[in-house]
């Protein structure tokens, strides 16, 4: 059985820091695109990032370019976004999801809460 | 980046009817069209992909078509399960790959 499950999340100030994880079970986590989704609170959905099998190529929207950073270990099946510079526009639900085809994503996690707030 | 606009933002029906869901894109995105179901307090759920491919393990009362700009989803004989909100994503212009804003289909 396929499984993600998100960790990592929770209450960071604005310009601060935090590092999600996503751990993968069930499918052989080298041979897929992995990505990262978020839904802010009440909200719809937006494409954040996503990494090649091999960690070669990575993808970002424009508004998190240059703040976060996907990476991926698949010696540990595992997915990784580290968030820096943080805003209160970050806040939202992240999900971790894998790819069936490039950005098309078949599997989801639970999601993990993003909370920036002073 | 393009912009998909999904109508209406409400739809509702009652279960058996069949319901029509429609997403636009703000240029051409090929075939390259997704369509995702999400309750509420869960993680969405790939229905079709690139237009009209059923992902494993749907319905066949899940439809989808089109091509281009102009996209449809149609469930053919709503069940009360089948009442969520429905995402479209394309994947024809990335980066970014972008959503729509989703369609609320709701029991009437």
């Known amino acids: 059985e396929v499984q993600l499950v998100e960790s990592g999340g929770g209450l960071v100030q604005p310009g601060g820091s935090l590092r999600l994880s996503c751990a993968a079970s069930?499918?052989?986590?080298?041979?897929?695109?992995m990505s990262w989704v978020r839904q802010a609170p009440g909200k719809g959905l937006e494409w954040v990032a996503n990494?090649?099998?091999?960690?070669?190529?990575?993808y970002y929207v424009d508004s998190v370019k240059g703040r976060f950073t996907i990476s991926r270990d698949n010696a540990k099946n595992s997915l990784y976004l580290q968030m820096n510079s943080l805003r209160a526009e970050d806040t939202a639900v992240y999900y971790c999801?894998?790819?069936?085809?490039?950005?098309?994503?078949?599997?989801w996690g639970q999601g993990t809460l993003v909370t920036v707030s002073s | 980046e393009i912009v998909l606009t999904q109508s209406p933002a409400t739809l509702s029906l009652s279960p058996g009817e069949r319901a029509t869901l429609s997403c636009r894109a703000s240029?051409?995105?090929?075939?390259?069209l997704a369509w995702y179901q999400q309750k509420a307090g869960q993680a969405p759920r790939l229905l079709i992909y690139?237009?009209?491919n059923r992902a494993t393990g749907i319905p066949a009362r899940f439809s989808g078509s089109g091509s281009g700009t102009d996209f449809t989803l149609t469930i053919s004989s709503l069940e009360p399960e089948d009442f969520a909100v429905y995402y479209c994503?394309?994947?024809?212009?990335?980066?970014?790959?972008?959503f729509g804003q989703g369609t609320r289909l709701e029991i009437k």
């Open positions: 999801a894998r790819e069936i085809i490039v950005v098309v994503e078949d599997y």
């Open positions: 069930g499918f052989s986590f080298s041979s897929y695109w």
């Open positions: 990494i090649k099998q091999d960690g070669s190529e990575k």
């Open positions: 240029q051409s995105v090929s075939t390259y």
């Open positions: 690139d237009a009209s």
């Open positions: 994503q394309q994947r024809g212009n990335w980066p970014p790959s972008t």
